[in-house]
């Protein structure tokens, strides 16, 4: 062993030595699994080659080597509480591999294992030893491994023999699976031991201490489970996955006892340590917030470099979970101040020469992570002062836990995690209630009824039916006459089954193996056309295309007449009309994407995007909403490349080629060795399988008409090309027209005259609030006017000019503040007189009568009257005789009418 040898030379010897006897080097496959809904993250180098070990794919080696990306973080793989805590614990972690698709078995993984760990990286072999699977659950003992293990020298004592849980390896709940074997490494029994400590013996390789570190994993892939808890099948050919642990191998080849203590993380220490201005080694409590860090920064960057968002649901939350996790560690540190994108960046510089994906999407792993912590820090203190008092809470009752309810509270409101509450509650004593806070999480998502991560169980049909086939289906629509195209039926499927035949009316889904039909992919979405026999026997409209599998198209046919029968030859139409209008919209769509990075900033990517006849929708990675300038600007620079009419071009190219000519690839995709590039414009070249117009002037005219935030950090721009550009502006146009006849002026003007009316209606708001003013205070100087007649309080005031509505509202705010009374106002106008009376609920109830008073008063004035019990007015009448009949009015209040 040498420490001179860095973690990238162990990883460099790794894949070099496979590749010499054999292997195809296959770069690391993204984090988010693209294969397999069942996953959260790529946890493992075989997830790649999934369907190759199930049988479903094809690929031209039967070896391969890599270097895998991989994330335990969230479900069944939560370790994010000894991350930072053990030597050995890691939320993200490289998995070197070799693998063997139906070529060798055990005799030469195990010989090549040996071989590589003793010899290139020269680990002493007496401080190694192996396990192998005992036989559990019906599967024999695996015999065979153990004297390929005795052949390499290891004796029978350091061979040891473990049961179902240590050494049968799956992947999942489903999928390949089968016996394994494993490579462990005594690091000393100077270590401590639980078992010792206990007065028992220490179990060795299968213990749960430090003293042997496991460090290479051989799967013996002999089988598949299919569905949850189901029974294991042979798979088709035995095949071989192995997984070494890049952090754990190089603490080996280092000599050191913690993978934290390895060159892959001691540049990241020094970062948190000189940010903090602690020193590494002095403090153990600083130095596992120093770990977190470090391990917390590499997830990070791989995640968001892979197209993972921090959010609340699914893999972004599990990544918002890591990312808090090292903030709150940071400012346990001292780290008032946003530091996370630094140590990401210094992660970067690190890792990119082994993952080129992390250069190229620096500025918006760097952007994301800048955009979350601030975010999170606007929520902290907060968040901590709320704990501290519930914490003063708990401990004023002497109990022992922070309520679910306080969990939950601070997970929706300050954006906590429950870990995070958790830490931050055990820090100080306390522990969290947590069945309480997952019953309140449940009743949330029910509530919401949330359908997971949107990834779907693809079903076997599709994957078998691609196998049965042999060749995938060909696609004419990039040719010239790429409208119509002949086929010949090779399948169809109805309810989920394959049939021969299917007779109109029937609805059928039809596999050719030549279509011009584009099948969704790529958010441009499927064609629609006709389907017909030779002569027209059967014949129908096909309704949408789609990929069931990557390599099939599936056309959604709706039988109109004949039968339709497998081997059937068929010409098949695409609406031309409704093509040529998604060639427009998928063309803009890449201007779009290469304009927003001209104007917003490099670190603008695509996050997802629709591409329809009718409209255009595209979702793209930025952290505030942009200004009406830079939208026009946007707008401006499409439209200029649209006018500049250049012609459009595709080539097809290696994936290394087309990076290197500056093609934008997109988050999430998968691509093979070869792509398509197209070039709309020279300012835009972007890796796409879709069909585009053949001159950027074919596009029209490009219209923005909706651009707003979809989740953090995510927003969404919908717009429209060509003539549905043109019919929007013109409805627009309309719309002001309209708006300019309604205020009277012409549409130039109407800006003018929207501005004069507001800053009238302004004015009247603020005459209309003195009024009420006035109004408020009259209505206080008329209060000091009550008197109270026989038992009732009574206010008569004047008001002119006389207003009845006017009167009524006066009316109610004095009857509102009397409680209990009467209120008469009066007044003239224009040469009539005015009298309302109003009586509160009480005194109606009693007997007195509103109507009954304004009569008396009508009767003496000559004018006329009437009205409710609780309100009544009197109008016509003599002012000159008002004053008069209003007093005897008063006086009779509570007293007998005269009859």
């Not at 695996?142 to 061979?159: H, N, V």
């Not at 707008?635 to 459009?648: C, K, P, S, T």
């Not at 007649?789 to 206010?795: E, R």
């Amino acid at each position: 062993m040498s420490k001179s040898r860095t973690a990238a030379q162990v990883r460099e010897a790794f894949l070099r030595y496979f590749e010499q006897r054999g292997h195809t080097r296959v770069p690391s496959s993204s984090l988010v699994p693209s294969n397999d809904p069942t996953l959260l993250f790529t946890n493992a180098g075989m997830v790649q080659f999934k369907d190759v070990f199930t049988g479903r794919e094809k690929r031209d080696y039967v070896r391969a080597t890599s270097s895998q990306k991989c994330v335990r973080a969230g479900g069944k793989h939560n370790d994010l509480d000894n991350v930072g805590f053990t030597a050995r614990h890691h939320t993200f972690f490289e998995m070197l591999g070799n693998f063997s698709f139906g070529d060798y078995f055990k005799a030469d993984a195990v010989a090549f294992a040996w071989d590589f760990v003793t010899r290139e990286l020269a680990i002493p072999a007496d401080r190694l030893a192996a396990t192998v699977f005992a036989g559990d659950k019906g599967i024999p003992w695996d015999e065979e491994a153990f004297g390929l293990w005795r052949k390499q020298g290891l004796p029978e004592a350091r061979i040891q023999r473990l049961g179902y849980r240590d050494n049968f390896w799956a992947m999942g709940d489903t999928g390949p699976c089968g016996p394994c074997s494993e490579i462990h490494f005594h690091q000393g029994d100077d270590l401590p031991c639980a078992e010792e400590a206990a007065g028992r013996r220490c179990l060795g390789v299968a213990c749960e201490c430090d003293r042997w570190l496991e460090i290479w994993n051989l799967v013996f892939m002999q089988f598949e489970r299919r569905q949850k808890d189901g029974p294991l099948a042979p798979l088709p050919r035995p095949s071989i996955d192995t997984g070494a642990g890049l952090e754990r191998v190089a603490a080996v080849v280092q000599g050191l006892r913690s993978s934290y203590d390895t060159d892959l993380f001691t540049p990241l220490l020094e970062r948190a340590a000189q940010l903090s201005g602690k020193r590494y080694g002095h403090d153990a409590a600083d130095d596992a917030s120093m770990r977190v860090i470090a391990d917390h920064s590499r997830a990070t960057a791989f995640l968001i470099s892979d197209g993972v968002q921090p959010s609340n649901e699914g893999r972004g939350y599990v990544l918002r979970r890591i990312m808090r996790r090292a903030i709150r560690h940071g400012a346990r540190l001292g780290l008032d101040e946003p530091f996370l994108e630094q140590t990401v960046d210094r992660v970067i510089e690190l890792m990119a020469p082994a993952f080129g994906e992390l250069r190229e999407n620096r500025s918006f792993v760097l952007s994301a992570t800048r955009h979350e912590e601030e975010s999170f820090r606007r929520t902290l203190d907060r968040g901590l002062r709320l704990i501290d008092e519930e914490i003063a809470k708990v401990r004023a009752a002497h109990g022992k836990q922070l309520p679910g309810e306080v969990v939950f509270f601070l997970h929706g409101t300050h954006g906590f995690p429950w870990d995070l509450t958790q830490l931050i509650a055990r820090e100080r004593g306390l522990d969290i209630d947590l069945p309480g806070y997952e019953r309140l999480m449940e009743t949330e998502r029910e509530k919401a009824s949330f359908g997971g991560s949107g990834d779907r169980a693809i079903a076997d049909l599709w994957p078998q039916l691609r196998e049965r086939l042999g060749k995938d289906t060909e696609f004419l629509g990039y040719q010239a006459a790429g409208n119509v195209g002949d086929g010949r039926v090779v399948a169809l499927v109805s309810g989920g089954r394959e049939v021969q035949q299917a007779t109109a009316p029937a609805k059928v889904e039809v596999v050719t193996d030549r279509t011009p039909f584009y099948g969704e992919s790529g958010g441009q979405v499927g064609d629609t056309g006709r389907l017909e026999t030779a002569g027209g026997a059967a014949r129908g409209a096909v309704l949408d295309a789609q990929r069931p599998v990557s390599s099939l198209v599936s056309h959604q046919v709706q039988l109109e007449a004949g039968t339709l029968q497998v081997g059937d030859a068929v010409q098949l139409s695409v609406d031309a009309e409704r093509r040529n209008s998604i060639r427009r919209n998928h063309s803009a769509t890449h201007l779009l994407h290469r304009a927003l990075k001209v104007v917003l900033g490099d670190h603008v990517k695509q996050a997802g995007s629709v591409v329809a006849p009718d409209y255009l929708r595209f979702d793209y990675a930025h952290f505030q909403a942009p200004t009406s300038a830079e939208l026009e600007r946007v707008e401006d620079l499409v439209n200029g490349w649209i006018r500049d009419n250049a012609d459009a071009s595709t080539r097809v190219m290696a994936l290394d080629e087309a990076k290197a000519a500056g093609a934008v690839a997109l988050f999430g995709e998968k691509y093979g060795d070869r792509v398509r590039v197209v070039s709309v414009h020279p300012e835009s070249i972007e890796l796409c399988g879709g069909t585009h117009v053949r001159r950027s002037g074919d596009i029209g005219l490009f219209k923005i008409t909706g651009e707003s935030s979809i989740a953090s950090g995510v927003r969404r721009i919908v717009a429209l090309t060509g003539s549905g550009a043109l019919a929007w502006v013109r409805d627009l146009e309309h719309e002001v027209r309209r708006a300019a006849e309604v205020l009277r002026t012409s549409p130039k003007e109407l800006v003018k005259r929207v501005e004069a009316t507001q800053k009238r209606l302004k004015e009247l708001e603020r005459e209309v609030e003195t009024v009420q003013l006035k109004a408020s205070s009259d209505a206080g100087d008329a209060l000091a006017q009550v008197r109270e007649v026989n038992g009732i309080k009574v206010l008569a005031t004047r008001v002119d000019p006389a207003d009845a509505k006017r009167y009524r509202g006066l009316a109610d705010q004095y009857r509102d503040r009397l409680k209990s009374g009467v209120v008469v106002v009066w007044g003239e106008k224009d040469g009539k007189g005015l009298v309302l009376v109003a009586a509160t609920k009480d005194l109606v109830a009693k007997g007195l009568s509103a109507g009954d008073l304004v009569r008396e008063v009508a009767r003496e004035t000559g004018g006329a009257g009437g009205g409710k019990a609780d309100l009544a007015q009197a109008g016509g009448a003599d002012p000159s005789l008002l004053a008069a009949a209003v007093e005897h009015l008063v006086a009779r209040v509570g007293a007998p009418l005269p009859g």
